[in-house]
């Protein structure tokens, strides 16, 4: 399972719940519904078919609703126009007949957010104006570039700040619906400062909802600003279609690699979008250089990777998830996992949280632990854990079903459905037989288990166990720190010494000096006889064997032969042989 998420957009390729059972099947982590296409109707369909295909896949496939946000837009034209080089074009806040060499566009306030000399870009770039004089509402422009334009085609200012209203009121409506249908994160278009954030979640509360908000960084000042943006949203999205629209194209490299480091610092996910296959729109399989760009996203330590119109209208969506779900296995595989959590100490935080994560990271590169349990409920815990990038895998166990479906996002996390606990132990035992059960550890394996007291409490990461995956059968007073296995040897009698295996585990009632001899030859000892000042349990420290003490009846529980592994730092025992000793 890789550690990389991908986001897959749904649109008019996807039109029923088995084709999106595929895609969860090929590796989609979360669906995304982009608001910007389609109308209500059709985002509600879309948004049924991902809850009825995580029903078919009993998945828990998280649902991203992309909002349009604070766009200038060209007003509805009678039919599309060609703009040619050297042409004056008049720029209105009213409909205008492109015939008479003027345009219409959505923002009153235009004409005072431009300079003379500036550019206007049209249709994503595509098309390139310039401002030759301002006359109160109305903007001259000469065409650079030409082409054909038509309406609802994006209009962007590069490099100047635009003072749109960070929410329209169709916005404001979306969030409400998201809420309602009960989807996972609102990823916010256009954020240019913490405010527009914090607008967002007064929305989502003022509507009940509980949704994470992922801040779209699109322009420069979302850039400049984005220490105090990722402080008050739950991730970042680098959308580098319109950066590079608002920004040159050979800076948007050099800010994605910003971004992300920044993201994974603050310990927030972070996705990579637009134009990661854009070649497979079309064609059946992707450039070298798209292939590049997916690994280079990887390694810069993005969270998620996020396909657009290669799954909403490509011609091989789900070629597309495939490929990127092989991509991400070939380039984690490449990793430097050490380095890694190596430069995660250099910018660890002198907090109990951030102390605790990063010992679980250490403590399971150190055992070459099978995986990192994090019982956690409002995913806190998973996602500090997360920040450090461990190698082994990150099983988050939550009882609250939004922590699951939002740690879906969170590179290297698992994340697991419980029942609510009621003590810790109850808490780390339920947590293990989740992962037990959704087969990702099994006995034998060694884990480390980080969670926080008092449980059900937000943000309190501040305990870790070292567990070997058991199913425990018995427990006694453990003497030693050692575990190991062995075929049982029932000793009833002086008889019973004769022919004894060398990996033998004796079961009596109790020890005496007369078996000295007969101790020295075997791995491990479980006694009926109860203390730690017992002669079982004397002859086991000086030994250096792990003993069980005070085993009601183990003569007559135990069977020769039987294979048990005993834990002297536990006192547990269990049946079979474990690996991860």
Not at 62 to 70: H, S
Not at 137 to 162: D, I, Y
Request: one cysteine or more.
């Amino acid at each position: 399972m890789n550690k990389t998420k991908i986001i897959a957009t749904l649109g008019p390729q996807c039109q029923t719940a088995d084709q999106l059972v595929e895609f969860i099947a090929a590796g989609m982590n979360v669906a995304r519904i982009n608001l910007s296409h389609g109308d209500r109707d059709s985002h509600l369909r879309l948004i049924q078919l991902v809850k009825e295909a995580r029903q078919h896949a009993s998945s828990d496939t998280a649902i991203l609703l992309d909002t349009r946000g604070p766009e200038m837009q060209v007003q509805e034209m009678k039919e599309a126009v060609d703009l040619v080089n050297g042409q004056e074009l008049t720029i209105c806040p009213t409909p205008e007949d492109p015939a008479t060499g003027r345009i219409g566009i959505n923002y009153p306030g235009f004409a005072r957010d431009v300079t003379l000399g500036c550019k206007v870009l049209l249709d994503d770039g595509k098309l390139l104006l310039e401002v030759t004089a301002i006359d109160g509402n109305e903007v001259k422009t000469r065409v650079v570039a030409g082409g054909k334009l038509s309406s609802r085609k994006r209009v962007a200012l590069p490099g100047l700040a635009v003072n749109l209203p960070s929410l329209s009121e169709e916005d404001e409506a979306d969030i409400a619906f998201g809420v309602q249908q009960g989807v996972d994160f609102i990823a916010a278009s256009f954020v240019r400062q913490a405010d527009d954030v914090w607008a967002v979640r007064r929305i989502i509360e003022d509507n009940g909802g509980q949704q994470a908000i992922i801040a779209k960084i699109e322009n420069r000042q979302g850039v400049e600003n984005i220490d105090r943006i990722l402080k008050a949203a739950d991730g970042l999205m680098v959308a580098r279609g319109d950066l590079g629209v608002e920004m040159p194209a050979e800076e948007v490299p050099v800010i994605q690699k910003r971004l992300i480091r920044a993201a994974n610092l603050a310990g927030k996910p972070v996705i990579t979008a637009t134009q990661m296959l854009e070649s497979m729109i079309v064609n059946p399989s992707p450039t070298r250089a798209e292939a590049s760009d997916v690994t280079n996203a990887i390694f810069d330590g993005t969270d998620a990777v996020m396909l657009s119109a290669e799954t909403a209208v490509g011609h091989n969506p789900l070629a597309a998830i495939r490929f990127l779900t092989r991509c991400a296995a070939i380039s984690e595989s490449s990793l430097d996992y050490d380095d890694i959590l190596a430069n995660g100490l250099r910018h660890r935080r002198a907090v109990v949280t951030d102390a605790i994560s990063y010992a679980s990271c250490a403590t399971a590169a150190d055992l070459e632990a099978a995986a990192i349990i994090a019982t956690t409920s409002s995913g806190s815990t998973a996602r500090m854990v997360a920040r450090y990038r461990p190698k082994a895998p990150i099983i988050a166990v939550s009882p609250n079903i939004t922590t699951v479906r939002q740690l879906q996002l969170v590179r290297g996390v698992m994340p697991l459905l419980s029942a609510p606990a009621t003590s810790m132990d109850e808490q780390l035992d339920m947590s293990i037989h989740a992962a037990t059960q959704a087969e990702l550890v099994q006995n034998g394996d060694l884990v480390v288990i980080t969670a926080g007291l008092p449980i059900q409490t937000k943000g309190t990461t501040n305990m870790l166990k070292v567990h070997t995956v058991a199913d425990v059968c018995f427990t006694g007073q453990g003497i030693g720190t050692t575990m190991t296995d062995g075929e049982v040897r029932v000793i009833l009698s002086e008889e019973d010494w004769k022919d004894i295996p060398q990996n033998a585990i004796v079961v009596l009632d109790g020890t005496d000096h007369s078996m000295l001899d007969n101790l020295t030859r075997v791995r491990g000892i479980i006694a009926e006889q109860p203390g730690l000042t017992s002669h079982a349990a004397i002859i086991g420290r000086e030994l250096e064997i792990p003993v069980i003490c005070n085993v009601t009846n183990a003569t007559k529980i135990f069977e020769n032969g039987q294979t048990v592994t005993i834990d002297g730092s536990t006192g547990q025992i269990c049946y079979g042989s474990l690996r991860g000793q």
